[in-house]
């Protein structure tokens, strides 16, 4: 099946730093991935679609200029939470398209200090 | 807007029972309706999809139902083991671009 990596799978930060989030697809070309964001015993919510060589399109609610989604090629897709602050502690996890299925990265945890 | 929601939250079966998670949505115009598995601090594997004009699939153990016009979906799980303990969540595809609206899951043990 496909493989979408998601690296790093946790990370802790001071308040006010930027982390920067990658997702590949590793072994297919994905025009289109997915960001979400899962707080603890909550669901899945997606925080914005990323497209290849465009502008993400972000989900109501959701800080385009915190959270910064660049997708310059087919198989990646980077996610970066700038200034962070403690409410932005949470899972973050992404999805890659390949026909009709989605494939999910592992997620990165974000613990922000 | 479409809503998911999954009952129960949580369950605590012993091995060995046949159990089944329930998933109900909103916007009955779905493309298709998955279901996942979720471990904890972990991403998502995907254990079935059926389509809108399918009413059931299966996989192993597993058997997903899906009922469009009432807005339901049923997952069936036979002869549970403890390594079906994990975290299920139901996700449906409703408008363009792909766009999944999960719901809160349902969190299974299935103890010894």
């Known amino acids: 099946g496909a493989v979408v990596s998601q690296h790093p799978s946790w990370v802790i930060c001071k308040s006010g730093t930027s982390v920067k989030i990658e997702c590949r697809s590793l072994d297919f070309q994905a025009t289109t991935m997915f960001w979400y964001r899962q707080f603890p015993k909550q669901s899945l919510m997606l925080m914005a679609t990323?497209?290849?060589?465009?502008?993400?399109?972000?989900e109501q609610g959701v800080e385009k200029d915190k959270f910064l989604i660049n997708h310059a090629s087919l198989t990646l897709s980077t996610l970066t939470v700038t200034s962070a602050h403690p409410e932005d502690s949470s899972f973050y996890i992404c999805?890659?398209?390949?026909?009709?299925?989605?494939?999910f990265g592992s997620g990165t945890q974000l613990s922000v200090l | 807007k479409q809503e998911v929601t999954q009952i129960p939250a949580a369950l605590s079966v012993p091995e060995g029972e046949n159990l089944v998670l329930n998933c109900s949505f909103t916007?009955?115009?779905?493309?298709?309706l998955q279901w996942f598995r979720q471990d904890p601090g972990k991403g998502l594997t995907s254990l079935l999809l059926i389509q809108s004009s399918q009413r059931e699939q299966t996989s192993g153990r597993l058997n997903a139902s899906l009922d469009k016009s009432s807005g339901r979906s049923t997952l069936y799980i036979a002869a549970s083991q403890p390594g079906d303990s994990a975290t299920y969540l139901c996700?449906?595809?409703?408008?363009?671009?792909?766009?999944?609206?999960f719901g809160t899951g349902t969190r299974l043990q299935v103890t010894l």
């Open positions: 999805s890659a398209s390949r026909g009709e299925k989605l494939f």
């Open positions: 990323s497209n290849e060589g465009s502008k993400a399109t972000y």
């Open positions: 916007d009955s115009a779905i493309y298709n």
């Open positions: 996700a449906v595809l409703t408008g363009t671009a792909s766009k999944l609206t």
